[in-house]
């Protein structure tokens, strides 16, 4: 499928439901604790330095954010979590976002969820894999800033995130580093596979 990447625009910001995007796109919803690299992932996902804001005020900004690309399909970013230095207000205004979007999971084609290379998932982290489940969409799973670890330690990590996760083996774990590009193709060859109708 030639999807041409460099045609990818910024289409809308949604802080409410009303603002959801159903036009029968299909969606590839990326979601992650904040800092874990999300906007970087997007970043590297479409060879742009600064088209998703990387580091931009962690947590402050619950919103989710609609990328279309070439016509063809979304990258929906979804507002970060886990982020401790957040008031209660903006806790509850990201739930109720959250539970809004993954209440519509027609909406959705494919999420991606991104972690942390290095370390175990956290009960944020198993909690959204566990509304990605709940979907029956496809998932797959990024562990990001695969650059931070020594070559001996990719593989018990990612065995370590696929347990804590509780993945099936169907789904995916790729390692990834925005930074340098480790596993760009892979993920674009499973976004591809997803958005791409079968017959
Ligand atoms: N070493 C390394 N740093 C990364 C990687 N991806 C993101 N970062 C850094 O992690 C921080 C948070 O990235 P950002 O994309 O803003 O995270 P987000 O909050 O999930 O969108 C930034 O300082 C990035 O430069 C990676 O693959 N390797
Ligand atoms: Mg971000």
Redesign the pocket.
């Known amino acids: 499928m030639a999807v041409n990447l460099q045609k990818a625009e910024f289409i809308l910001s949604a802080a409410s439901p009303k603002d959801f995007l159903r036009d029968g796109l299909p969606q590839v919803a990326f979601a992650?604790?904040?800092?874990?690299?999300?906007?970087?992932?997007i970043?590297r996902l479409l060879n742009r330095k600064n088209f998703?804001?990387?580091?931009?005020a962690?947590g402050k900004t619950v919103h989710i954010n609609y990328f279309k690309i070439d016509g063809t399909f979304y990258l929906v970013d979804l507002p970060?979590y886990g982020y401790a230095k957040v008031s209660k207000e903006e806790r509850d205004r990201w739930g109720r976002l959250m539970e809004d979007y993954f209440a519509q999971p027609d909406q959705m084609t494919l999420g991606v969820m991104?972690v942390d290379a290095r370390h175990k998932p956290t009960a944020d982290d198993c909690t959204m894999a566990e509304w990605f489940r709940a979907t029956g969409c496809p998932l797959v799973v990024v562990a990001?800033?695969?650059?931070?670890l020594k070559k001996r330690e990719i593989e018990p990590n990612l065995q370590l995130i696929r347990q804590t996760l509780q993945l099936d083996d169907s789904t995916c774990v790729i390692p990834?580093?925005?930074?340098?590009g480790d596993g760009r193709q892979q993920l674009l060859d499973q976004i591809f596979s997803h958005i791409t109708p079968r017959g």
Do not use: T, Y
């Open positions: 992650g604790r904040s800092n874990v690299g999300k906007s970087s992932a970043n998703a804001r990387v580091g931009a962690p970060g991104i990001n800033k695969l650059d931070k990834f580093s925005a930074e340098k």
